[in-house]
């Protein structure tokens, strides 16, 4: 029977003793039965990873950006805050409606938000934008998968745009997953020099 291995930053096992570690966000660890209880369901596990409620950082808090659900909202077409004038709140923090918390979204709403601050800072009306998601996964080297979405502003969110984005095929060829992985690698050149450049 596989051993069942919690992180230090989960569970512990202690030499000869039932040790139980209660979570913040209402997980408990019993590694004498190797379970783990949420409140959906208990779990066995050979290896668990217990990942903390997720919200904005402490920083959105002490701007005042953050509302009671721990995210920020924000207008959609220039990303300003809806609790604090003149501040802008951009990736994972954001309430961007249907839009996904990814690299690919954030460097796209940071681009989105410089227009719309660019806009107003010349008193003019931001345009409306439309934002463009793609998230790669490598499979292996010469094998891509992709999902893609575009959204727009709609009733105050980002809203999916009827028809567009999708997933790649299921039953895709070879060549098609090696063209994947090219565009995989090559997104993640373009990012990492456009945020380190």
Known sequence: MPRTVFPSSACSRRRGSSFTRDFSNGCR???ATRTLVTDFATYKADVANVIPPQRAGRIAEIAGVSDQTGWCPIDPITFESRLQTGIHVIGDAAIAGAMPKSAFGANAE?????????????????SSPKLINTCYS?????????IAGVYHPLNGRLADVEGAGGLSPAEAPPDFRALEASYAEAWFRTITAETFA
């Open 110 to 126: 940071a681009k989105v938000c410089a227009a719309g601050i660019a806009a107003l800072l010349r008193d003019e009306t931001p």
């Open 29 to 31: 660890c019993r590694t």
């Open 138 to 146: 490598l499979v292996a080297p010469d094998y891509g998968i992709s």
